[in-house]
Structures are given as C-alpha cells and as structure tokens.
C-alpha cells in the first residue's frame, strides 16, 4: 500500500469484503485505546463500505470525534489484462482536542 501520508501505520483501518461491523469495531477500538487519530482505507468497490464505517462510528458509537479530512486518489493497478486504474479513498477521524 502507498505510503505518501503520515506515518499512522498503527492507526490505520484498511477496508476490504468484511461486514462493515468489523471494521466499525476496529476504528472504536482503536480510539478507545488512545489513538488521536485513526484512517480509514479503501480501494475500488470498498469504498461504500469504507464511508459507511466512518458514518457508523460518528454517528452510532464515537463522541468527540469528528472527520479530519477526506483524500482521494487514483492508482494505477497491473492486471493480467494489462494496467487499470482503481480508485482510492482515505478518511481520517480525530478526537477533538
């Protein structure tokens, strides 16, 4: 995976086929165990998921935490019919200081 933002490794939710309640658990754990920042990452048809697990958190189960910023992106994937592109997206929630 790319790694042109901050380095938040640790704090980072990558967003895959899993239901979204799992990756709800994850972003509210993360938080619960201090982190002041947690990312949410997607690509392609993940990206629905990744939005309804940011909202889910906000809305359902975080208090004092609120989106940070949004980025997106396009990149450049070799498939076995040649290079696509793939969409990409990275929403990042922060605990209010």
Do not use: C, H, W
């Amino acid at each position: 995976m790319e790694t042109s933002m901050q380095p938040m490794k640790e704090n980072t939710v990558f967003v895959g086929n899993k239901p979204v309640m799992n990756y709800v658990l994850a972003v509210v754990t993360q938080f619960n165990n201090g982190a002041g920042e947690v990312a949410i990452k997607a690509r392609g048809k993940a990206i629905s998921r990744a939005v309804d697990t940011a909202e889910i958190a906000l809305n359902r189960f975080l208090d004092g935490v609120t989106k940070k910023d949004i980025v997106t992106s396009t990149e450049v994937i070799d498939t076995d019919t040649g290079k696509t592109n793939v969409s990409s997206i990275e929403i990042i929630l922060s605990a209010k200081k």
